[in-house]
């Protein structure tokens, strides 16, 4: 009886594992060897092998493993696929430490593994395009921030895109995004609706830019165009977009008002109403459509841009302040933060730059305004976003919630 619960016992011992550990090791140095030692091939046989055998390790043998080759120039693509799947401490390893990843390993790691392979794989140094933009297709705001915030990551202008659709709905990518090199002011401009006090302050300081060299380029186009009683409406539009002068003369002619102060005065007096709203629009320049967007913000400071691209007094700001019965002091006598920042938005800005920022927003929120995107507008066709302009998929992120998306 002793000895068959002897022999029982010997079953049930596992058998030693000197030999498969110490087999791993090998392999593992014979992958790491220089090209001079082994050939393309000889390396990629041993790699098939130890592939084999790390699908049957312990989780200490893979990582030992892992440690070994992660510094390596070369790495057969069969080792680096199965280690990137591993467990997040396994596949870290080779993510922060194996320069020869390629896009392809790196992309296909991210597609088949976890959202803590993601995370690891936000912060590796050179992201390139491709693998930022499939990181960001996940839509986890995590990783998407930690991708931001790496300085050495690349982003695609589709990414860029991307990030700036999704910022609307998560304000915390507003900060990192307006870091990027690759933001445009088409980007930022469209996210200024949504973004925070401090983000539109950076927005106006950095992105309001001038036009006074396409001005220089364009001086004797306008007398062309004019010769031709701006019959193409391609040029016209983008002429528009470039001369210096803001107010529409011509709707003085037809206005009830005297001019674009005395319509912001009587607002002031009997409060705005839309008829008035869309006097206002007219006089400046702008778009009904476009006024309304401007004088609808809660936050104010596109109040300040009109007023300074138009030539407006700090007079006539307070009047268009109070045509919409906004508060001018808190309840202990004290200037309101919000009246105090338009104000100090109105001051920072110089007349040209601000006629970019409310151009640009005429230009995206009315002018490419076509059927076509309003249908994607109310219908949420974002797989559609690369048939359209960079204004109109300005105007698609900017007004969805305006069409009832």
């Given at each position: 009886m002793g000895d068959l619960a002897a022999m029982i016992g010997e079953e049930a011992t596992p058998p030693p594992l000197r030999a498969r550990r110490a087999l791993l090791?090998?392999?593992?140095?014979?992958?790491?060897?220089?090209?001079?030692?082994?050939?393309?091939?000889?390396?990629?046989?041993?790699?098939?092998?130890?592939?084999?055998?790390?699908?049957?390790?312990?989780?200490?043998?893979?990582?030992r493993v892992a440690a070994r080759l992660a510094p390596l120039a070369?790495?057969?693509?069969?080792?680096?696929r199965i280690l990137l799947r591993d467990d997040p401490d396994i596949a870290g390893l080779l993510i922060e430490q194996c320069a020869s990843l390629?896009?392809?390993?790196i992309v296909g790691c991210a597609r088949d593994a976890s959202f803590e392979h993601r995370m690891l794989l936000a912060v590796r140094r050179g992201l390139s395009e491709i693998v930022t933009e499939t990181l960001f297709s996940f839509g986890e705001m995590e990783v998407i921030e930690a991708v931001l915030r790496n300085t050495t990551a690349r982003l695609?202008?589709?990414?860029?895109?991307?990030?700036?659709?999704?910022?609307?709905?998560?304000?915390s990518l507003c900060s990192p995004l307006?870091?990027?090199?690759?933001?445009?002011?088409?980007?930022?401009?469209?996210?200024?609706?949504?973004?925070?006090?401090?983000?539109?302050r950076t927005i106006l300081q950095?992105?309001?830019?001038?036009?006074?060299?396409?001005?220089?380029?364009?001086?004797?186009?306008?007398?062309?165009?004019?010769?031709?009683?701006?019959?193409?409406?391609?040029?016209r539009?983008?002429?528009?977009?470039?001369?210096?002068?803001?107010?529409?003369?011509?709707?003085?002619?037809?206005?009830?008002?005297?001019?674009?102060?005395?319509?912001?005065?009587?607002?002031?007096?009997?409060?705005l109403t839309r008829e008035t709203a869309s006097e206002i629009a007219f006089l400046a320049g702008i778009k009904p459509l476009t006024g309304a967007k401007l004088l609808g913000d809660p936050g104010g400071e596109p109040l300040a841009i009109l007023c300074k691209a138009t030539g407006m007094s700090r007079v006539d700001l307070t009047n268009l302040w109070r045509s919409?019965?906004?508060?001018?002091?808190?309840?202990?006598?004290?200037?309101?933060?919000?009246?105090?920042?338009?104000?100090?938005?109105?001051?920072?800005?110089?007349?040209?730059?601000?006629?970019?920022?409310?151009?640009?927003w005429n230009w995206s929120l009315s002018s490419a305004l076509t059927p076509t995107l309003l249908r994607a507008i109310r219908d949420g066709e974002d797989d559609a976003v690369d048939e359209y302009s960079a204004p109109e998929r300005a105007a698609m992120m900017v007004l969805a919630e305006d069409f009832g998306r």
């Open positions: 090791k090998r392999l593992a140095d014979v992958v790491s060897l220089p090209a001079s030692r082994i050939n393309a091939f000889e390396r990629a046989v041993t790699g098939d092998l130890l592939v084999e055998m790390l699908r049957l390790a312990s989780h200490d043998e893979r990582k070369e790495l057969p693509n069969s080792v680096a390629s896009d392809a390993d695609s202008q589709l990414g860029i895109e991307t990030v700036v659709g999704l910022s609307r709905q998560s304000p307006l870091k990027r090199p690759e933001l445009r002011p088409s980007g930022a401009y469209v996210m200024f609706w949504w973004c925070a006090p401090e983000d539109r950095r992105f309001a830019v001038s036009r006074e060299v396409m001005q220089e380029a364009s001086e004797d186009v306008f007398a062309i165009a004019n010769d031709e009683s701006w019959s193409d409406p391609v040029a539009k983008a002429l528009q977009f470039i001369e210096r002068r803001q107010r529409n003369r011509a709707a003085i002619e037809k206005s009830p008002f005297d001019n674009l102060e005395h319509a912001v005065m009587v607002a002031a007096s009997d409060g919409m019965r906004r508060p001018e002091t808190t309840a202990d006598g004290k200037i309101h933060p919000d009246w105090e920042r338009v104000q100090i938005t109105y001051e920072m800005l110089a007349v040209d730059r601000a006629q970019t920022v409310l151009r640009y």
